[in-house]
């Protein structure tokens, strides 16, 4: 599922957030997010987020996040679709319909 991607309009205070996606994906959510560089350059950083609930009840997030820099984003992507190619030629991963 998709949810709106918001963009960060002028006078708002994001700090140094430019752009977010939130894409939910079953028990995970995806954050893509652009940033500025105190030099005004961007960036994107990818969270992973997943709730974690604990036998008492008590829930808490287990968060991974990765940092991708412009200069990285071809290599970074003509290496992702070769190895999701791979996974759905190899194991027959049909795209859900939303």
């Given at each position: 599922m998709?949810?709106?991607?918001?963009?960060?309009?002028?006078?708002?205070?994001?700090?140094?957030?430019?752009?977010?996606?939130a894409v939910k994906a079953g028990r995970r959510t995806y954050f893509f997010d652009v940033r500025a560089t105190r030099g005004d350059d961007y960036f994107l950083t990818i969270t992973e987020s997943r709730k974690i609930t604990a036998p008492d009840g008590t829930s808490s997030y287990d968060r991974h996040k990765i940092f991708l820099y412009k200069e990285d984003f071809s290599k970074f992507a003509d290496g992702l679709h070769e190895v999701v190619e791979f996974i759905r030629r190899s194991k027959a991963c049909p795209e859900q319909e939303e």
């Open positions: 998709l949810s709106p991607t918001h963009l960060r309009r002028e006078g708002e205070d994001y700090e140094a957030q430019i752009l977010s996606k």
